[in-house]
């Protein structure tokens, strides 16, 4: 079982940064690969960027591209989003994700929810124009 705790939203201009951390208990965090996903009121929650277990492999959403950074900390058990040249439309709860499979079939579906297997409580960023 791993928990993980989101922190770092807010709120925050258009233009401006946040950086979002994902805590993670346990001793096996360098087994996941994790994600961050994010719903915005009356929409589906959406996949935002993915970081494989070593961090060598990183995938983001075209919504975000240039502008997010998804990276990670073994040693510490944290994975980060660092969000600049923020925009109204990325106001949303932001979760963290994390999936237990450990294997090749992650690089085909990191971007499904449906992939991942534990869950943080969410962190709201919203954007003011």
């Known amino acids: 079982q791993v928990q993980l705790v989101e922190s770092g939203g807010g709120l925050v201009q258009a233009g401006g940064s946040l950086r979002l951390s994902c805590a993670a208990s346990?001793?096996?965090?360098?087994?996941?690969?994790m994600g961050w996903f994010r719903q915005a009121p009356g929409k589906e929650r959406e996949f935002v960027a993915a970081i494989s277990w070593s961090g060598g492999r990183t995938y983001y959403a075209d919504s975000v591209k240039g502008r997010f950074t998804i990276s990670r900390n073994n040693a510490k058990n944290t994975v980060y989003l660092q969000m600049n040249s923020l925009k109204p439309e990325d106001t949303a709860v932001y979760y963290c994700?994390?999936?237990?499979?450990?294997?090749?079939?992650?690089?085909?579906?990191?971007?499904?929810?449906?992939?991942?297997?534990?869950w943080g409580q969410g962190t709201q960023v919203t954007v003011s124009s």
């Open positions: 346990g001793r096996t965090f360098s087994r996941y690969a």
């Open positions: 994700a994390a999936d237990r499979t450990s294997d090749s079939t992650w690089y085909d579906s990191y971007g499904a929810s449906y992939e991942y297997d534990y």
